[in-house]
């Protein structure tokens, strides 16, 4: 998660779990006038847990641009 805090600016007050991720998605990363394309990359060898949370950062980005409408992407490469 410090990765993904990280790579897209999050705030100082940036907790670092999905709840915060998607406070910064929808309210931070929203307003800074997206379109965006957010990508990860170097995870071809990953442990399940590391897996497990990828897909639910991943599914906090999905979840942004459907109900939200935000033009904000996550990539896996």
């Known amino acids: 998660m410090a990765l993904v805090g990280n790579g897209i600016g999050a705030p100082h007050w940036w907790g670092g779990n999905l709840d915060a991720l998607w406070d910064v998605i929808t309210g931070d990363l929203a307003e800074r006038k ?44």
Request: proline share 5%.
């Open 34 to 77: 997206p379109p965006y394309l957010i990508r990860l990359s170097g995870l071809r060898r990953q442990s399940e847990d590391v897996s497990l949370t990828v897909d639910k950062v991943q599914l906090a980005f999905d979840d942004a641009r459907i109900e939200r409408g935000l033009a904000i992407a996550f990539e896996i490469t």
